[in-house]
């Protein structure tokens, strides 16, 4: 399978965005660029970039789009980029959006396909409060949902698993808040524009990767008779 436009992936935290996107990626064989882990990167290895935003993801709030733009725009160039690509928890802002429309257009990629997962809120704070993430691998688990073999123990890379610092209570009150505030007007950016899809981010694991790859297939042979 092919993937012949930019995917972005549209929710609230603990929506399924990142488990989707990897997914996703690896069904069509292309990178999944989130945003979220490139700046857990650049904190770990403590960078410049990596000072800057630490305060600031500890908080819970959006780190400065002229930050995030820069950091796309570079990944974007690196020629593994060349086939297609999945973004995950990015564009957070209108303006990240219209940087984005602005560079696709530059390196000549078709618009983006814009695929939204709608979850309610108590699912999503079931969601969070059980979230555990591979320091290794960074593979995503759910200690109700979808937990590993051996407690606190990757089935893949058998790394320790570990609790998101941001997934605590009173941070992700803040981070559903800067995604109503910041995030959610993208919704009507990208529906305006006739980019939007909306998917029951509620079902399954594989309920919902089935019904993401039927909509791009579907949208790619749209497109294909235009
Ligand atoms: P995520 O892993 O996508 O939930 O992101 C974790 C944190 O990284 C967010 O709460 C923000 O502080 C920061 N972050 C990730 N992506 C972006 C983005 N596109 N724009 C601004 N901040 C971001």
Redesign the pocket.
Known sequence: MALERPLVFLGP??AG??TQAKRIAGLYDVPHL???????DAVARGTELGRL?RP??E???????D??MGM?EERLRLPDCSGGFVF??????VP?AAGLDAILCRLRKPKPLVLELRVDRELLLRRVVGRRTCVVGGEIYNIYDAPPKVADVCDRDGGKLMQ?P?DFPE?VEE?LR?YER?TLPLEGYYRSRGLLQVVDGAASMEEVTRALVSIIEREQEHDGHL
């Open positions: 935290p603990a965005k990142g989130s945003t979220g882990d490139m700046l857990r935003a600031i993801m908080r819970g709030a959006l780190v400065p789009d930050i995030v796309v995950d928890g990015f564009p957070r802002t990240q998101r941001d941070v981070r800067a910041q």
